[in-house]
Structure formats: C-alpha cells, structure tokens
C-alpha cells in the first residue's frame, strides 16, 4: 500500500493549502493553551509554503508567541577535534533561512507577537545528542514538514543506508546529497565548495513527531516521488521511505511532482482528444 498523498494543480495551490492547515493549528494550540512545536527543512522547498503562510497572517494576524520552529540540520565545520556550525552570515548557514522565516512571520502579524530568535532551535554540531533531548522535554514535535532529495531520497542530511532508529547526529554526507545542495544553495561554486558533514536530526527524530507533512514539488522531484510512492515499506537506500513506518503522514505533491505516478498517467490519458 503506497502513502496518502494529494496532488494540487500548482506549487502555489499547494503552498496555499499548507498554509492554511498550518494556521489551523496555530490557532488549535492557541485555544489549548499549549506550544505548537514545528519542524523545518531549510532550503527551496518550503519557502513557497512560507510565503503562502505570510501572506495569510498578514490578512488576518495573530499571536505567534506561542510557535517553536525546529530546524532540522545544518552544515557541521570542523573546529579542532570537533565541530562547530557556519556563521549565521554564511550564504549555505540553515540558521541563516530559519531566521529570515520568523522575520517574515513576525512582520506578517505586527503588531502581535512573532517568533523570536529564541523560539527558532537548531541542533548545536558540537553537542547533537542533546536536541533529541530539548524536542522531547518539550512536548514532542506537532508537525514536521519534510523534503525529499530529489537524487537520492535523502530526508535532512539522512544519506541513503540510514538506519530507522537514528537521532540526531553528526553526519558524513553523500556527494549525491551535496550535489542536490548545489540546487539549495546556489551561491556555492562547485561541488568542493559544498561541506562534507553536517548535523541532522536521525529517522527516528522525525517519526516521533505527531504528523508528517511531506512536500515536493518540481518535475525536478518527479522520480523521487514515484520512487517513494512505489516502495511499500521501509528501505534503508531511500531513506524518505521512513514515512511508511508513520502512523500519521501525509505527501503533498503538484502536479509537475507526481507527473510520473500512474494516476497522473491515467488522468493523461482520460482528459486526451478522443
């Protein structure tokens, strides 16, 4: 059995739904009088659904003090015998674009409250193991909103033979993985340019989360969606397949992203001159 997934006409559609479902729950914590913690992937994919939520807010603010974004990894530089993140100035600093997302969000909502620079979390490459342990005292993550590598299925800076019960960690990356950087960060160069490690949250960090929100878009992204909808289950070679030992996930595609599932194929063939 394949994973529940939409398809919307346009990345904007898509982005637009999101958004609204994430104000949903905004609001829900708000009435609940509870944080809503929200996982983060940095880079191009969910900077449409950002702005799609931005605009929203800006139509109709409210409070967002009680919002924690977690991002999922970042770069890890080497720092003697062990390893510190980029500076926040750095073009490739995942820092960097969780701190642009709660400017934007902040602003949308003025003069309410926004998400301040304290309430954006990040995992320290000098100490890992310790954001597992701040997520949970926390109450767990609510939604975690996950990208999919469009060349080798990588989720954070999971490589391909990650093991199901990881947790966040340092981690050397695969050159299929920096390659897709290339895309996310185009500022770099070259391939030589791109970091060799990273620090990332493992598997088992994003399938503790209560919901698994997975977004692609992009023809560029079209095999690795076909590639995951077909798997059936857990492999370690295509670590986004993680998604299939979830209890409550869901994949969000367009239509340029599920171009080759059958259904896109069936739908093809059905709206053809006859």
């Not at 829900?28 to 702005?51: H, K, M, N, Y």
């Not at 239509?255 to 709206?271: G, H, I, K, N, Q």
Request: charged share 20%; net charge negative; hydrophobic share 40%.
């Amino acid at each position: 059995m394949t994973l529940p997934h939409s398809i919307s006409s346009t990345v904007d559609e898509l982005s637009a739904t999101l958004a609204a479902q994430l104000i949903e729950s905004i609001d829900s914590a708000a009435t609940e009088g509870r944080l809503l913690i929200v996982g983060i992937p940095a880079g191009r994919t969910l900077t449409p659904v950002i702005d799609a939520l931005a605009a929203q807010l800006r139509e109709t603010p409210r409070d967002l003090g009680h919002v924690r974004l977690v991002l999922m990894d970042d770069y890890a530089i080497p720092d003697g015998d062990g390893w510190t993140a980029p500076p926040v100035t750095a073009h490739y600093s995942c820092r960097q674009y969780g701190e642009q997302v709660i400017a934007k969000l902040s602003d949308a909502v003025k003069p309410l409250t926004g998400i301040g620079v304290a309430h954006l979390w990040s995992p320290d490459p000098a100490d890992p193991e310790a954001y597992d342990g701040r997520i949970a005292d926390a109450g767990g993550i609510d939604i975690f909103y996950v990208a999919v590598g469009s060349s080798d299925g990588h989720v954070a800076f999971n490589p391909p033979g990650s093991a199901l019960d990881s947790r966040t960690r340092i981690i050397p990356l695969a050159d299929s993985t920096r390659l897709d950087n290339l895309g996310t960060f185009p500022e770099f160069d070259s391939l030589d340019d791109v970091p060799t490690h990273g620090v990332s949250v493992g598997l088992a960090t994003l399938s503790d989360a209560r919901r698994v929100e997975i977004v692609v878009h992009g023809a560029g992204k079209a095999s690795s969606t076909a590639r995951l909808l077909a798997a059936e289950g857990f492999h370690p070679e295509f670590p986004a397949t993680f998604a299939y030992e979830h209890g409550n996930v869901h994949v969000n595609l367009d239509r340029d992203a599920a171009s080759l599932l059958p259904e896109a194929a069936a739908d093809a063939t059905a709206s053809a001159p006859q």
